[in-house]
DNA sequence: ACTGGGCCTTGATCTAAGTCAATTTTTTTG
DNA sequence: CAAAAAAATTGACTTAGATCAAGGCCCAGT
């Protein structure tokens, strides 16, 4: 669902052709140090809606997601549900140094992989000094992302809240050119109605309800419910409440 | 202000006497390389209230907090803002790897900071693998914090995220001894109703009425506004909506 | 082509928390 | 110690978003 290129599969890829080689926690790595993981690697897919890892359950693998979306959440008793982390490719899954799972992972379009046994990845995380340092950049990039997300399940307004994940979301897909701040700009939303609520602290309903007065209000348009044209990008980014462009610094 | 013992002054503390070597990020470091950080570093004391570092500013130092508490915050155009980091002894300031600051950090009480030009201290992070370690296991340990913050932002009720608030800050201050879970537990929020308003996304209006409710239902009392005596932990922990004692796994 | 089941939308109503506006209590300081 | 300033409470009222409840849309599979 939603893979535009073949499923890899297990075999089939040497680290030479993956496509998140230059972003995943292995960017940093030597040919010598590639080897090594090249050795402990295997793919696994997991198809859309399936689960990858229970909050709770023993962590037997950590990983990077190499295809697909997959969601990080947390569940309360009663049912109430609250994303905390969306996982595109090259992002880490699982968190060395614990045994055990403390949130949700699953899969929201089918998703791939590159998992390595936890107990021999840690000890290659204290050997390759390079590994360490991607992974040290990548939590702190995550919880620069977080703190942004706290600011916006906090303070900011339903339509602000949509507004803000539309952005993200053509962000992340590298749809928007730095130059053209009032292109036009389209792009998928791999999500449901319901996962949108889950990530922004809102109702299913209250989601369906600002998209459409997105739409209303000529910001946006769809085409199939999950796809989005920005009529105007610079208009959306003024509707997140986030001051200026976003003030990229450094 | 709510500094228990004298104000530390610049040069009069060796790190042996250091009362957050265990935590801080110099943790795992041996004699040989605290000797390093020893020559670099240099105290400050920010009074309560007043700003350590501004969004947007020049970050020239990085450093930890030795005393006192700190808060990490973001501001809307409009004023709204939103706490994202509340920063206690032995927590780290500043984001090595980045020339401006991301946030606002200001002293909620007196703070003292030990700090390090950042660009040497950079330097030390590659070259002094125990650093690079402890500073990964933290940022890892706040990334967890931050995502259980995210559920309280998302989904809890006023009054559970009062209740969550008050269970965060007293397990911080170790006055929960693990056994004893109905005991009866005392301790000082350092906090304004403003500042806990602003870390759960509340208004201070809110805030009060919740307290004084907690109060009403004789889950705790109030010694001087901001000392508060919980009659029943394990009551109030069920007001939190979190399930358990909290799930405290590995 | 028809139908069943996810999604999604839309409307009516309700409510938790926000806003506005005084007081009261506590702390600071001259 | 009194006065001023800062922090906290309390009440009356409003509102954004939740909840409850139909329907509609769009494909996947027979």
Redesign the pocket.
């Given at each position: 669902m939603n893979i535009t290129s073949p499923v890899l599969t297990p075999a089939s890829v040497s680290c030479n052709e993956c496509p998140i080689k230059h972003r995943a926690v292995c960017a940093y790595c030597e040919k010598s140090e590639m080897a090594k993981l090249e050795g402990m690697k295997s793919y696994k897919t997991y198809p859309a809606?399936s689960p990858i890892i229970f909050a709770g359950d023993q962590m037997k693998f950590v990983g990077s997601v190499v295809t697909g979306v997959a969601r990080l959440s947390q569940t309360m008793e009663d049912g109430r549900r609250q994303m905390v982390g969306l996982l595109l490719p090259s992002d880490f899954v699982g968190r060395p140094g614990r045994t055990y799972a403390t949130f949700d992972v699953e899969a929201t379009t089918d998703v791939t992989l590159c998992r390595f046994d936890r107990k021999p990845f840690e000890k290659l995380l204290t050997d390759i000094p390079h590994l360490r340092e991607r992974m040290l950049e990548m939590a702190l990039d995550e919880l620069d992302a977080a703190r942004e997300w706290m600011l916006l399940l906090g303070r900011?307004?339903?339509?602000?809240?949509i507004a803000s994940l539309l952005t993200i979301i053509a962000r992340r897909q590298n749809v928007v050119q730095t130059s053209g701040k009032h292109a036009v700009v389209h792009f998928d939303i791999n999500?449901?109605?319901?996962?949108?609520?889950e990530y922004l602290?809102?109702?299913?309903?209250?989601?369906?309800?600002?998209?459409?007065a997105l739409k209303k209000d000529n910001i946006i348009s769809?085409e199939?419910?999950?796809r989005v044209v920005v009529k105007d990008f610079a208009r959306l980014l003024a509707e997140t409440g986030d001051d200026e462009d976003g003030g990229f610094l450094d």
């Open positions: 809606g900011k307004t339903a339509r602000e809240k999500l449901t109605r319901e996962a949108m609520s602290g809102l109702t299913l309903e209250t989601v369906s309800r600002q998209i459409n769809l199939k419910k999950r």
